[in-house]
């Protein structure tokens, strides 16, 4: 649960570059690897898993500071 605006930034800064390998395993997958398909599939899942927690994270944070009123 990010509870500040370090933590958040902190957080879209790991999501950024959770995007970036995410995309970097898509495409080593696509190309001849050694990796077993099952294997390559499961980084992807992992990856693509902890990145859908982050910008769940980033959501609720951003929903929570919108109803927030402001000094």
């Known amino acids: 649960m990010i509870k ?3 933590q958040y930034r902190i957080t879209k800064a790991q999501t950024s570059r959770f995007r970036l ?3 970097s395993l898509k495409r080593r997958t696509s190309n001849t690897d050694r990796l077993h398909p099952r294997t390559a599939q499961a980084q992807i899942d992992a ?3 902890q990145l ?3 910008e769940n ?3 609720a ?3 929570s500071r919108a109803r927030t ?3």
């Open 4 to 6: 500040n605006e370090i």
């Open 21 to 23: 390998t995410l995309a």
């Open 47 to 49: 990856v693509s898993s």
């Open 52 to 54: 859908a927690d982050l």
């Open 57 to 59: 994270e980033l959501s």
């Open 61 to 63: 944070y951003e929903v």
């Open 69 to 71: 009123p402001r000094c």
